[in-house]
C-alpha cells in the first residue's frame, strides 16, 4: 500500500527558506506524478507544484513560479520543495500527493494518495 509521509516543516521569518520532504514507500513511482499542495485555514487545497516521476518534469502553480523548485530522488523514493523567499501567506500545511494520472497534475482531485502533511508557518 503506497504510503506518503511528509517532514521538514516548521516556522521561519519571512524571507527565509525551508525544505520540506516527501518520502514514498509501498509501490513503484515510476509512472507516478507527485504534487505538493497546501492548505490554509477556511480555505481549499491548492495546487503548489507537481513532478512526473519518469520525465522530471515540473509543474508549478503561480503562487510558487520563481520561488519554489520542486525536485526528486529516485534512489531515496523523495520528493522535495524547496520553498525560499517566504511570506506569511505561504503559511498553510503542506501535503504531498500521488497521482497515476500525469494529464491533470494541478488537479487535487486526480490524486490518488495522500500524506498527512506538515505545517509551515512563515512569521512576518
Known amino acids: 500500500q503506497v504510503q506518503l509521509v511528509e517532514s521538514g516543516g516548521g516556522l521561519v521569518q519571512a524571507g527565509g527558506s525551508l525544505r520540506i520532504t516527501c518520502a514514498a514507500s509501498?509501490?513503484?513511482?515510476?509512472?507516478?506524478?507527485m504534487g505538493w499542495f497546501r492548505q490554509a485555514p477556511g480555505k481549499e487545497r491548492e495546487f503548489v507544484a507537481a513532478?512526473?516521476?519518469?520525465?522530471?518534469?515540473?509543474y508549478y502553480g503561480d503562487g510558487a513560479k520563481g520561488r519554489f523548485t520542486i525536485s526528486r530522488d529516485s534512489a531515496k523514493n523523495t520528493v522535495y520543495l524547496q520553498m525560499s523567499s517566504l511570506k506569511p501567506e505561504d503559511t498553510a500545511v503542506y501535503f504531498c500527493?500521488?497521482?497515476?494520472?500525469?494529464?491533470?497534475?494541478?488537479?487535487?482531485?486526480?490524486?490518488?494518495?495522500w500524506g498527512q502533511g506538515t505545517q509551515v508557518t512563515v512569521s512576518s
Open positions: 500527493g500521488a497521482s497515476l494520472t500525469s494529464f491533470w497534475p494541478d488537479d487535487r482531485t486526480k490524486y490518488d494518495y
Open positions: 509501498g509501490g513503484t513511482f515510476t509512472s507516478y506524478t
Open positions: 513532478i512526473s516521476w519518469s520525465s522530471d518534469r515540473p
